[in-house]
């Protein structure tokens, strides 16, 4: 008899834990770590898209490595356009971070294959809606060009960056432009007038 009461309490607390990990967002979060744990199992990706629909690769000035103020050398691509232009994602993968902070302005972190970030600096503005956790694809819009951060005085440009494990890689050589969508040309209907 003793041993169902405590089977019993066991499967109370069981309930009550489980119920807390579901109400609290638990669930999500450890869904959400494990969904990134699975890309780390991941090739990282060769080719990436570029971030900025119109335009090409060849219009970009290499500016990794360059160097900044305070002795630090820039670690990624200043792509520029006119503010306001759609920052769409050059991967697939997690919405990892959406920030500010004092270099970057405004800026969004995309973890992808392999457990690179990807990292969209100097936002006007963040897409509207999106959030940490979501599932994005290369057609995903996180945000829109700007001057924040230190960015500040500067014609507006997005900065781009690509993370590993070991540190910051140039991701000029991974750039690919994007293909403008094919544009079908259909034939005009004929009408056919049926009296009855």
């Known amino acids: 008899m003793r041993w169902v009461r405590r089977l019993s309490k066991l499967f109370a607390v069981l309930a009550v834990g489980l119920f807390l990990f579901v109400v609290t967002g638990a669930s999500d979060r450890l869904v959400f770590y494990a969904r990134i744990l699975k890309l780390y199992t991941q090739a990282p990706d060769s080719r990436l898209a570029m971030p900025l629909e119109d335009i090409r690769k060849k219009e970009i000035t290499d500016t990794w490595d360059a160097p900044r103020g305070d002795g630090r050398k820039h670690e990624g691509q200043d792509i520029f356009a006119p503010r306001g232009t759609p920052i769409l994602s050059a991967t697939s993968g997690y919405i990892y971070n959406i920030g500010e902070d004092n270099l970057g302005g405004h ?21 509207r809606g999106i959030k940490i956790g979501d599932r994005i694809s290369t057609r995903t819009v996180l945000g829109y060009v700007g001057t924040t951060g230190n960015a500040q005085g500067t014609p507006p440009h997005l900065h781009f960056g690509v993370y590993t494990s070991t540190g910051a890689i140039n991701p000029l050589p991974m750039l690919t432009d994007r293909i403008p969508p094919a544009v079908t040309r259909q034939e005009p209907r004929r009408v056919i007038n049926r009296k009855a």
Do not use: M, N
């Open 107 to 127: 800026t969004v972190s995309v973890i992808s294959k392999g457990g690179r970030v990807y990292y969209y600096a100097h936002l006007d503005s963040y897409a």
